[in-house]
């Protein structure tokens, strides 16, 4: 059936280095690539996407990009600072309302 | 933008009384989701609305858990009778179409003793 695999499922960064979450998908009809950040007690919250048409897309210090061939994705954070310590999700959907999300990943940013 | 905005943010409650969780999307959404999240088993989708219609059912756990969006602007989720197992967040989700992004909303924390 459908999947997301993401790793790793923890990451401990210093703050100012870079930090990379993955995920690969099974189903190739998937278009839409949604980052969700989810912090203690919160609700997941979009931090930036990718529809299949990109390869890359860029928000200040978030970036993701996407290779359809080997179906995975990856979200770059650099410069990473305390406030970006959360649990991140990643999702797929082939333009349906189904997302199947990721089990995500617990960053920790080491001040 | 108020957000989607969901009722309690907290209930505590024991085993076999019913509970009603409450979603308003946001304003203009179609779609409207209900999710539930625990560690052990992560966000689960539970119904999916499209227009006021429940479209995919196929998550609720049980005859236990049901669903109603009477309007386009209100949605329950009520457990009857609920159960320690059912300890969980349910988020409620809006969006605006078929592959557009979904908004959260804060979330109710369920305690069922």
């Known amino acids: 059936g459908e999947n997301v695999e993401q790793h790793p499922s923890t990451l401990s960064v210093q703050e100012g280095d870079s930090a990379v979450i993955k995920c690969t998908y099974s189903?190739?009809?998937?278009?839409?690539f949604p980052w969700y950040k989810q912090e203690l007690g919160k609700r997941p919250q979009l931090i930036i996407d990718?529809?299949?048409?990109?390869g890359e897309k860029k928000d200040q210090r978030i970036a993701v990009t996407l290779n359809k061939t080997a179906k995975h994705f990856s979200l770059h954070i650099t410069e990473t600072q305390p406030e970006d310590s959360a649990v991140y999700f990643c999702?797929?959907?082939?333009?349906?309302?189904?997302?199947?999300f990721g089990t995500g990943t617990r960053l920790k940013v080491l001040a | 933008d108020a957000g989607v905005i969901q009722s309690p943010r907290h209930e505590v409650t024991e085993m076999g009384q019913e509970v009603t969780l409450r979603c308003k999307p946001i304003?203009?959404?179609?779609?409207l989701f209900w999710y539930r999240q625990t560690m052990m088993r992560g966000l689960e989708l539970l119904i999916y609305?499209?227009?006021?219609?429940?479209?995919?059912d196929s998550g609720m756990p049980e005859d236990r858990f049901s669903a109603k969006m009477p309007n386009a602007s209100f949605s329950t989720l009520k457990i009857q009778p609920s159960e320690p197992r059912d300890s969980a967040v349910y988020f409620c989700?809006?969006?605006?179409?078929?592959?557009?992004?979904?908004?959260f909303g804060p979330g109710t924390r369920l305690l069922v003793l």
């Open positions: 989700a809006s969006s605006s179409g078929l592959g557009e992004t979904q908004y």
């Open positions: 189903d190739s009809a998937s278009n839409y």
């Open positions: 990718i529809r299949s048409n990109v």
């Open positions: 999702a797929a959907s082939t333009g349906t309302y189904k997302y199947i």
């Open positions: 304003s203009g959404h179609n779609s």
């Open positions: 609305f499209n227009n006021n219609v429940p479209i995919d």
